[in-house]
Structures are given as C-alpha cells and as structure tokens.
C-alpha cells in the first residue's frame, strides 16, 4: 500500500456551544478515492472547510504527508497541494473560461512586475506554457469549444467541470471535491465519474469528495468514511459500509 | 384611480418642496444684511407648470408606459455597433487615432482650450489609477483624492523647502503616495464592499484635514504657492529664467510666447497620461491582472486556489494610488498653488464617477468619460450653478440607458491552438 497523504485525527470544530465535528480522523494514501458521506448537516463540509483551512479547527492534527498543516491560512494550504471545488460552484464569472484556468497558475508564472510590463521572453515563454496547459486541461475536460465564452454563462455540468480543471491547474497533490455531482444529470454524473477516473488513472491525481450520489460513491471509491451528526460512523471499503448496520440505520432510520 | 391621484398629488408637491427654495427663492446682499428675494415671475411660473407636469406624469403613469411599450422597442445603439465599438482591436485602433490627434491639436488650439486638455488629462490619469482600484480589483475606494492630495505635496514641500525640481520629484511623488496606499491599505483590506467605501472616505478626510491643520509645515488653509513649472532638459518657460538657468525661448532665440509653456504643460500631462495607459493595459494582461479580476469575482475561490488575498488587494491599491501620486504631483506643478481645498471629498466622487461613466474596467471608456465630466461643465459656463443638477441628471440617464458605462470592457479573447 501507498504512503498516506493526508492524515487528519480527532478533528474537532466547535461553534460557540456548538459541536459540528467531534472526533473525526481519516487517512487518504496517495492515489486513492476517498468519499466522505453522511445525512444533511452530518459536518461533511465542515471538516472539508477545517482540511482547507477556511475554519481553523478547535483541536485535533491534520497533517499533509508527514507535516502539520492545520490552523495555516486558506491560501496556504492550497499552496501546499489541498486544493478543493465548492458545493455551490464558484467559478469567476465574468471571466472567461481559459480565463478562469490562467488565474488558479498564477503562482506557476512569472509574475514579476518589469518583465510584464516589457514583454521579456522569459515572461512571454511562461504565459506561452500557461496557455498551453490550460488549453491541455480544456480538452480534458471537453470545453474547448467554450474556452472564450464568460464561465458564468456555462451549463451547470460545464461549470463543475470547469471547476475541476481550475483546480487541476494548480498541480495539486490531493484534490477535494465538495459534491461534484450535485445538480448533474444521470448523464453527466457518468461523464464525472469517468472524468474522477481519469484523474486518478491517467493524472495519478488523489481524491477527497463528499457525495450523496451513492451509486457513484459506491463505484468510484477506493475507501468510505461515513460522518453522522459530527462524529465518525464507520470507515472502510465500499462492500463493507454497504453493509454495516449503523450505516443503514442513519440513513434510513430504524426499521 | 385615487391612488394614483393621491401619489400623482405628491409627487407634484415634491417637486415644489425641492425646486421652490432651490429655484424660487433668491438671496441678495442689502448693505450687510442677507435678503431673501423671490425669482421672477417666469421662474414660479416655470417651476409650477414643472410641479404640473409632474402630476400629469404620474397620474397618467399606466397610460404613458403602455404607450412607452407599445411603441418598437429602440436602442440607443444596435447591439452590433455596441459590440463593434467595444471589441479591443476597434478600442486600439481609435486610441492610436486620439492619440495622434492629442499631439498635434495643441499647436493649432487656442490657450484656453489646451489648458482645458491638460486638465482632462490629468481627469484621465486619475481615472485609469482609480479602474484598476474600483474597475478590476472591485474595492470602492472614496478616499482617492487623498492619495492625489499625497502626490501634490509631495513635490509642493520638496520643491518649497530643499528646491528639487519636477522631474526628481514625479517619481518620488509615485512613490510617496505607494507607500500611503500600502500603508492605509493593510488595515483598511480586511473591510468589504460599504464598509470599505466608509473608511477610505475617512481616509481621504483624515488626510485633507491633516494638510490643512498642519500650519507650520504644509502652509495650513493657505496651502503652498509659487510651486515651480516643470522645466525641458533644464530649460525654463517663464519670461525670466532664475538664476544660472535659461529660458526655452532665449535658447532657440524664439519671441517669448506665453502659449509655449501651456503646450509644453500639456505634453507633459499627455506622456504622463500615456504612459499611465500602457502599463496600465500591460497590467490587465498579467497575472497580476488576472488576479485582480479574480479577486472581484469570487475572493473565496481565490484563496483555495492559493492567492493571497491581502496581497493581491495591496497591489491594486498601491499601484492606484502611484498613479494618483504622479496626476498629483504634475497638478501641483501646473496649477502653482495648492491648497488643502483642492482635494475634497467632490473630487473623488468625481474621479469615481469618470470611471463609472465609462463603464468599469474599460480603458477607452474612462478617457471619453474623463472628457465629458470636464469638458461640459467648462463649455456650459453660464450655467454652472446647474452643475450639480446636469451632473444627477446625466448619471440616472446612464443608469436607465446604459449602466454598464459608455464602452464597457469586453474580454481579452485568447487565441486556442489548432483555431483558425
């Protein structure tokens, strides 16, 4: 088995006299597909926002191949290779769709103000390979055709495409997905899961998600991790969640 | 029916609240008492036939807007040439043209109108500063004048007390007004939106009243005078050069004109303005830009992509206020006096009003707009104590026909691979 990635233990966030999260701990080993599910308002998002540094978490150890990461700020942890989409899709709107990619490389560019302003080759040669990456990613995600047109007027499935590329484009080490197939039809949950399936197989990309779409959760996942009302419920491989009887009794309630 | 005679009622004596003690009532100096005097009978009668009209207006609202709807729908301009007009290649083109234009005029001008130019120009330098703040970066800034305000004195107490000279002193007046940006910017950032907009405003006050409350140094309500003329390689515009300097027409062993030296400030103003367009327009195209843009879109999604907010936001204020920094310090050298006065609160409504006009982020659309906003109020002279009246007027008709300014900004279309 690969090393682990990401490592979080007895993650607790608390809201004033409020427990979101108690006790959550998981581990992500690099290549994996890791699902996070749980009922509505389990935390799922909460811990997400505790891993990516949006919430700093009331105690408890997160730790990003070997090396303690939590209470850094948001952006910094994405520099460390935790990059996340957003249940509700947030794309920069008015900006273009290729538009939308060349920002999330900003920090893989030169953005050094004089060889800006006097076009130096060095400049030129770095905007040159950020087009093309972006351009790469456009075509993965099929929205070539798209890449000129302002993201906000995008489908919603191309939006939460396009915001997976986005992330992509930072290199990350683990991509966190919150609800990628919130919103989608059948069709394009399918074309999700073969994209989460490229990813892993062709981009050797590691993958967190929240999802309630349990026939893709079930298919894609290498490992389970179920919240219920903030606390850890249960941890395994897909066979082994479908099985368990706290599992079932928090989703569908006592027979 | 009754209400809308009850609002139709209303509405007519709004209007005679507003516009009698405004328009009807007149104060007239008797000795050294204040009288207030009523207007002529043709203004009563024309404010009352307006109250009338009003009424009309609203009473017979429904009537009027279905007749409004009835009508063909016509735009103020096709979406075709809107779009023509703001495609980038269209905008470079016709700024090449203005450009060309604004150097030759001059020499054909009269005094007065090149003098108007320098002045629009310095408008347009302050507007393209405060897009990048307000147009790209989407942080309401109100206090901009404070940051011209830095620029001006920065060369007036240079120049008053160790005797630097203009061109020493511009970028060291970009530099000074950098850093109150940066400064004031690393508290202020945290804010968002209304809040933003209330204490750069605070910020703007707070430096106009320190200049004005600081006497012994800034010349207090009196401000700074005799503020020395730019000169060309050491050469002076003025009838009579200081001491072991020359003047510009004993050298070429012209006649001394006085006009020379209005035209040589207007060059002067139109480099500065040009070059604050190129890297301006070389700024949208870099991350930096991007970043910008980015950060007004969604400052959430920016950060869990790894952009540093705070950074991103103290550069678009910083760099602002550089360009409002030199816009200052070249007012300070054509105007030859400043006072705390010239950089009230007006001025930055104005300034954000010039970039509101000309539609958010768009270059070619803050010039036209800086033109307009300065060059009316200068043709319509005689009716300046409309000003403020033309100035509402103008802005709630753009809001209606085209709130997204006169040339809104169009996206950069990137070029793909393997597109033809």
Redesign the interface.
């Known amino acids: 088995m690969s090393r682990p990635l990401l490592q979080a233990s007895g993650l607790c966030m608390r809201f004033g006299g409020l427990l979101a999260v108690n006790g959550v701990g998981l581990t992500v080993h690099e290549k994996q597909v890791v699902s996070m599910i749980g009922p509505n308002g389990a935390g799922k998002t909460t811990v997400f926002n505790c891993l990516?540094g949006?919430y700093k978490p009331s105690s408890g150890t997160i730790l990003l191949d070997g090396e303690p990461i939590q209470g850094l700020?948001?952006?910094?942890i994405?520099?460390k290779g935790v990059?996340?989409t957003?249940q509700n899709v947030?794309?920069?709107?008015?900006?273009?769709a290729?538009?939308?990619l060349?920002?999330?490389?900003?920090?893989h560019?030169?953005?050094n103000?004089l060889s800006?302003?006097f076009?130096t080759p060095a400049y030129r040669k770095s905007e040159r390979e950020a087009?093309?990456y972006a351009?790469h990613w456009?075509e993965a995600v099929d929205l070539?055709e798209f890449?000129?047109r302002?993201a906000g007027t995008l489908a919603y499935g191309q939006q939460r495409r396009l915001e997976i590329a986005?992330?992509m484009?930072?290199r990350p080490r683990i991509l966190m997905l919150d609800e990628p197939a919130a919103g989608l039809n059948p069709k394009e949950t399918e074309d999700l899961k073969a994209l989460i399936g490229v990813l892993r197989n062709e981009h050797n990309a590691t993958v967190l998600l929240i999802e309630h779409d349990m026939k893709l959760v079930m298919s894609i996942s290498d490992h389970i991790v179920v919240i219920n009302q903030g606390t850890p419920l249960a941890d395994g491989t897909p066979e082994q969640i479908r099985d368990n009887p706290e599992v079932i009794k928090a989703y569908l309630g006592e027979a | 029916m009754t209400r809308n005679l009850k609002s139709a009622l209303f509405s007519a004596v709004l209007v005679l609240a507003v516009a009698y003690p405004i328009l009807g009532l007149k104060l007239d100096i008797v000795g050294i008492n204040l009288a207030v005097v009523g207007a002529s009978t043709t203004t009563v009668l024309v404010i009352f036939a307006a109250a009338f009209l009003m009424f009309l207006r609203v009473l017979f609202n429904e009537q009027i807007s279905a007749m409004w709807r009835s009508r063909p729908q016509k735009q103020l301009m096709s979406d075709k040439t809107s779009n023509f007009l703001t495609l980038p290649s269209t905008q470079r083109w016709f700024l090449g043209a203005l450009v060309i234009a604004a150097l030759v005029w001059p020499f054909f001008g009269s005094r007065g109108a090149v003098d108007i130019a320098t002045l629009i120009l310095i408008y347009v330098m302050l507007g393209l500063g405060l897009n990048i703040v307000v147009g790209l970066a989407g942080l309401l800034d109100l206090g901009y004048v404070g940051f011209y305000a830095v620029g001006a004195y920065t060369y007036a107490l240079l120049q008053h007390y160790f005797g630097f000279g203009f061109w020493i002193c511009l970028p060291l007046a970009g530099l000074a007004s950098a850093t109150f940006g940066f400064l004031l910017g690393f508290p202020v950032l945290r804010l968002r939106g209304d809040y933003l907009a209330i204490v750069t405003l605070g910020f703007g006050e707070i430096i106009r009243l320190f200049l004005r409350n600081l006497t012994d140094i800034t010349g207090g309500p009196n401000g700074i005078s005799n503020i020395e003329k730019p000169t060309l390689f050491g050469l002076s515009f003025e009838r009579k050069a200081a001491e072991g300097m020359q003047t510009f027409h004993e050298y070429f062993g012209l006649q001394y004109n006085s006009i020379n030296k209005v035209i040589f400030l207007y060059l002067i103003a139109l480099l500065l303005a040009l070059l604050a367009l190129f890297v301006i327009n070389r700024l949208l195209r870099m991350p930096i830009g991007r970043a910008w843009e980015a950060l007004r879109e969604d400052e959430i999604a920016c950060r869990a992509l790894g952009l540093n907010p705070t950074i991103i936001k103290l550069s678009a204020f910083t760099l602002g206020a550089a360009f409002a920094g030199f816009a200052g310090s070249f007012f300070a050298a054509r105007q030859g006096l400043i006072t705390p006065e010239s950089f009230t609160f007006l001025e930055s409504a104005i300034i954000l009003a010039i970039v509101v006009l000309g539609g958010m982020g768009s270059q070619l659309g803050v010039i036209l707009a800086a033109v307009v906003m300065i060059l009316l109020p200068e043709l319509l002279r005689e009716f300046s104590e409309y000003r403020m009246l033309g100035f509402g007027a103008l802005m709630v008709l753009m809001m209606i026909w085209r709130p997204q300014g006169f040339l809104p900004m169009q996206r950069p279309v990137m070029k793909l691979k393997g597109e033809r």
């Open positions: 990516t949006f700020a948001g952006h910094e994405a520099r990059v996340r957003f947030r794309l920069f709107k008015e900006m273009t290729v538009e939308n060349l920002v999330a490389q900003h920090r560019l030169n953005t103000f800006g302003l076009k087009m093309e351009e456009l070539k890449a000129n302002p986005r992330c484009m930072t």
